[in-house]
């Protein structure tokens, strides 16, 4: 399939398992399977206040958990992509399953720093398994047209996982304690798990997963062949710029930001955590049609997510004390569009790689934003303990400071997508597709625009 094709995808050959209920189905458990690694991944960020209590830990040192899984599941996106290539999806979400649920357990009965730590390198591998082996079903079982959307759907339900950590996780840690809300998490990952096992398959019957897996020796040269492409580039500094700033928020420091430096009660803070998972509701269908509407402005829908981010992150922080609700509101909907943003990302991998390799090319795509946020997760950590000395309550002063690191990281970030954009046009005007500056774009749409009325006025 070449560029062209890619960009504007027509019906292929799996156009008919389009309304097949077995693909909504399979799509359906590799969804829940991600949704349950969202609520592994994001357990601790709501119960991190408890997770310093209990194993009498600083803050830098709580984030350490978070930046190590974090690290793990970074690290891990290349070896993983190509076992996905090989083994499929299926086994992959099966094996990502059972080690978040061990890790889970084994957090359960932690007392110790070592022990968590150890928790969170088996979270953060099962973690890593998951969400690109359920993206790469989407193309296997639905067809080129509409995977854009079904894409971001899989991104924006798979969200809803914060719901179950900030919700039932958060009550069952005020009432039942950290044994019981971890070995609950643990058990509803296992059913899932389960569940998984017995539905999800790679491909239709008959299909291929897109394309013949190549020989082994062949590894190396197809991760060199997906980074030097400047469109897997594109995808990952996309992730990196885009994705940061809702993962730190949802997978450490956004519950406590709100308590200790908001004044927010825990029963707030968990609402307004929700509010960035229903937000996205709206947010992510949009822009997944935008992208399939137009596939040359990728760029320049990810670069506004990344600007109402930074601007709503300015009024939050430069407010004179804690932000009103309006505000801290108006901070989780431009959260919200973090995720759906990162997931254009994939759409380059998607676009710019054959098929064969696709699955190399989400891994490292998908390092982006994890390393961007491990980076900031401890950066914020940092900060905190510097401005307070080693004491465990932070006041707004300290969190104005820490948040305030973010500025760097989406500098760095949007540099990279800008060096990587001109470069991949400068591939596409090779292979014949031209990319008009933005202004052009607009002035050949009013002028299309005008010529259509006058024509309409005529009849």
Do not use: C
Request: net charge positive.
């Amino acid at each position: 399939m070449g560029l062209i094709e890619r960009l504007q995808p027509a019906p292929t050959r799996i156009s008919a398992v389009e309304a097949s209920r077995r693909a909504w189905l399979v799509w359906g458990v590799g969804l829940a399977a991600y949704i349950v690694a969202v609520l592994h991944r994001t357990s601790l960020g709501v119960s991190g206040l408890e997770a310093a209590r209990r194993l009498d830990a600083s803050a830098s040192v709580v984030a350490m958990f978070a930046v190590l899984q974090l690290l793990v599941y970074a690290a891990m996106q290349i070896p993983v992509g190509v076992l996905l290539d090989r083994l499929g999806a299926r086994r992959m979400i099966v094996t990502g399953g059972l080690l978040m649920a061990g890790g889970q357990v084994l957090l359960a009965f932690a007392e110790a720093v070592g022990t968590a730590m150890v928790a969170r390198v088996l979270v953060g591998m099962g973690d890593a398994m998951t969400f690109v082996s359920v993206l790469r079903l989407v193309p296997a079982w639905f067809p080129a047209r509409r995977v854009p959307v079904v894409t971001q759907l899989t991104g924006l339900i798979g969200q809803f996982g914060q719901v179950l950590s900030a919700v039932p996780l958060v009550a069952l840690l005020s009432q039942r304690g950290w044994t019981t809300a971890f070995t609950s998490a643990a058990a509803l990952g296992l059913v899932i798990t389960v569940a998984a096992a017995a539905t999800v398959r790679d491909a239709p019957a008959g299909g291929a997963l897109g394309g013949a897996a190549p020989p082994s020796g062949s590894v190396m040269h197809d991760v060199a062949q997906a980074w030097r492409h400047p469109g897997t580039r594109l995808g990952m500094w996309t992730h990196f710029t885009t994705q940061f700033s809702g993962a730190v928020f949802a997978l450490l420091w956004g519950f406590p930001f709100l308590v200790s430096g908001q004044g927010r009660s825990p029963a707030e803070a968990s609402t307004l955590l929700t509010v960035t998972v229903v937000a996205g509701v709206l947010v992510g269908p949009l822009l997944g049609v935008l992208v399939q509407r137009h596939p040359l402005r990728r760029s320049w829908l990810v670069i506004g997510v990344v600007v109402v981010n930074v601007v709503v992150w300015t009024a939050v922080l430069g407010w004179p004390g804690p932000a009103p609700m309006w505000l801290l509101v108006t901070l989780m909907v431009a959260l919200a569009m973090t995720g759906p943003g990162s997931m254009i990302g994939f759409d380059f991998a998607r676009t710019f790689n054959p098929p064969n390799r696709l699955g190399t090319a989400t891994g490292i795509v998908n390092i982006g934003g994890f390393v961007a946020s491990l980076v900031t997760i401890y950066l914020i950590g940092l900060v905190l303990d510097l401005r307070a000395g080693g004491a465990r309550g932070f006041t707004f002063e300290d969190f104005r400071a820490a948040m305030s690191v973010q500025y760097a990281i989406w500098a760095f970030g949007l540099f990279g997508i800008l060096m990587a954009r001109r470069k991949v046009r400068r591939r596409m005007a090779e292979a014949g597709v031209v990319v008009p500056p933005i202004r052009e774009a607009i002035a050949r749409r009013r002028r299309a625009s005008r010529q259509e009325n006058r024509g309409d006025r005529g009849r």
